[in-house]
């Protein structure tokens, strides 16, 4: 092989692999449940979360899909109970949506993130329980 085939073989193996690297850096690049966003991070991540709380908050940042419409779909049980429409900006997104929550909807809460293909690019799971209240020791005394 000569010289000038040589170094366009090698551009073209050098393009190919960085549209591959491009590819996989697109997507979800980070999604987790917390209780609160400040500075638009989560200040926490819930995987157990006690009936005290009545609000859950997901939160994802994704990569490379601007312009894309994202769902997350809040699922008890396998029921479908809520959706929420999110619209991706720009090239790093970060956003997030909340769902209310009331003690008799104790169980496990999932959050698929759907596209408008319906395509799921990943779920995400947090049970919810009484069993994950915390116990607060009785004050100045009180028994």
Known sequence: MNRNKMVLAL???ALV???SLL????GIHRAQFTTA????????????????HDRIIFFMEVRGM?????????RFDGEVQAEVDLAIGGPRWR??????LVPEW?????????DSEGEVHGSWSFEYSDDHVPEYPAE???D
């Open 106 to 114: 104790q169980g496990t809460w999932t959050v698929d993130v759907v």
């Open 140 to 142: 100045n005394g009180d």
């Open 95 to 100: 956003t997030w949506s909340s769902k209310r």
């Open 23 to 26: 590819a996989a850096d697109s």
């Open 11 to 13: 551009a073209m193996l």
């Open 37 to 52: 966003v400040e500075d638009r991070e989560p200040i926490d991540s819930v995987t157990e979360l006690g009936t005290d």
């Open 17 to 19: 692999w960085s549209g």
């Open 66 to 74: 601007e312009g894309a419409e994202l769902v997350h779909r809040y």
